[in-house]
């Protein structure tokens, strides 16, 4: 199973990986703040990740390791 991980911390909340991720399961935490004020992603379904990593190649800030 893959799993993708966002680093709260360095995420700005660009929503970009939400854009490109074919299953629509990365999505932005309305509910939370990181520690510079932007709502981060977060992958609301695991089960249902690929592990396509296409969140990871566009995040430009690097926030998003997938393993496989």
Do not use: F, Q, S
């Not at 991720?21 to 709502?39: A, Q, S, W």
């Amino acid at each position: 199973m893959a799993k993708a991980t966002v680093n709260e911390d360095r995420c700005k909340g660009c929503g970009l990986c939400t854009t490109v991720c074919p299953r629509k399961i990365m999505v932005l935490d309305k509910e939370k703040l990181n520690k510079m004020g932007y709502h981060p992603a977060h992958l609301c379904d695991e089960v249902k990740c690929t592990g396509c990593a296409m969140c990871a190649i566009i995040c430009p800030d690097v926030a998003i390791i997938v393993e496989k």
